[in-house]
């Protein structure tokens, strides 16, 4: 019976890791109502399973036991707990060594140009009201490219230290004094 009370804590303990890592990676959806249900019948239905040894005469030394099937659902559940850790250090990782993750075309064409050292020109809308006033495009423009020129700075980093942020995601280390 000591054997049964702790394995029930230990998958209780499991449900809740389990609930904690599928939480952080959706906030609502079908995957954490179904987890929240069934840990909250796991808490109130009493444990009542006992383990049973296996005799000497069902054992067989090349074919795998049989699992119950409150051994699958707990295998079930850490395979998904260990599933939810990985997509959550997946994700992470991905944002950090893929900056461009999430954007649209344009910005990455824009980026991968950054990086060579061009500038994509603004392609001409024929529909936007300023498409005839010439004055007005060019202003319109340059303010873009100086937006871009000063947003540069922030998304990339040569790694040179000669000022020019065009050659990679990472940054320098930040000096501790």
């Known amino acids: ?12 303990a499991l449900y809740e890791n389990v609930l904690k890592e599928a939480e952080r990676s959706a906030k609502t959806g079908p995957l954490v109502a ?3 249900n069934r840990y909250d019948n796991l808490k109130d239905a009493p444990s009542t399973e006992s383990q049973q040894q296996p005799s000497g005469r069902d054992y067989h030394p090349f074919i795998a036991p049989s699992k119950t099937s409150a051994e699958i659902q707990e295998q079930n559940l ?7 850790q990985n997509k959550a250090l997946h994700s992470e990782l991905l944002q950090r060594y893929n900056p461009t993750v999430g954007m649209t075309e344009e910005e990455r064409v ?12 603004i392609t001409h809308d024929a529909t936007s009201e300023s498409s005839n006033n010439y004055r007005e495009s060019a202003q319109i423009a340059q303010d873009q490219y100086k ?10 980093y ?5 000022g020019h942020n065009v050659g990679g995601p990472l940054r320098p280390p930040i000096a501790k004094d």
């Open 110 to 121: 824009r980026l991968t140009a950054r990086r060579v050292g061009l500038d994509v020109p």
């Open 147 to 156: 937006q871009d020129k000063d947003h540069r700075e922030d998304q990339l």
């Open 158 to 162: 040569s790694g040179k230290g000669d």
């Open 78 to 84: 850490e395979n998904l707990h260990v599933f939810l």
């Open 34 to 36: 179904y987890l929240q």
């Open 1 to 12: 019976m000591l054997a049964t009370a702790t394995r029930s804590s230990a998958v209780k």
